[in-house]
C-alpha cells in the first residue's frame, strides 16, 4: 500500500510541476503575442512613414528642377506633359 501511495505522490507532483510550467508557457506565450503585435504595428508606422518620405522627395526633385536644376529636369518634364494631357483631356471633355 506505501508503495502505491509513493506512485500517486510523484504523480501529483509530476502533474502539479507540468501545471505549473503550462501556466508560465501561457503566460510567456501571452507576453511574446503582446509584443509581436507592438512590433507589427511599429512596422506598419514606419513603412508609412517611408512612403510619406518618399512622396515629399519626388516631390523635391521636381520642385528644384522646376528652379533650374539640371538634374531631374527630363522626369519633370515627362510630369508637366503628363498634367498638360490631364488638362487637355478635362477641357476636351468640358466643351463637349
Known amino acids: 500500500m506505501s508503495k502505491i501511495e509513493e506512485i500517486v505522490d510523484a504523480l501529483e507532483n509530476k502533474i502539479s510541476k507540468v501545471l505549473h510550467k503550462q501556466e508560465v508557457l501561457k503566460k510567456t506565450n ?5 509584443r509581436l503585435e507592438n ?20 516631390t523635391l526633385k521636381i520642385a528644384n528642377s522646376m528652379l533650374g536644376s539640371d538634374e531631374n529636369k527630363r522626369e519633370t518634364k515627362l510630369k508637366i506633359n503628363a498634367l498638360i494631357r490631364d488638362i487637355d483631356h478635362c477641357i476636351s471633355q468640358l466643351s463637349e
Open 30 to 34: 501571452e507576453k511574446l503575442s503582446e
Open 39 to 58: 512590433q507589427q504595428q511599429k512596422l506598419l508606422e514606419q513603412q508609412e512613414e517611408i512612403v510619406s518620405w518618399a512622396e515629399k522627395y519626388e
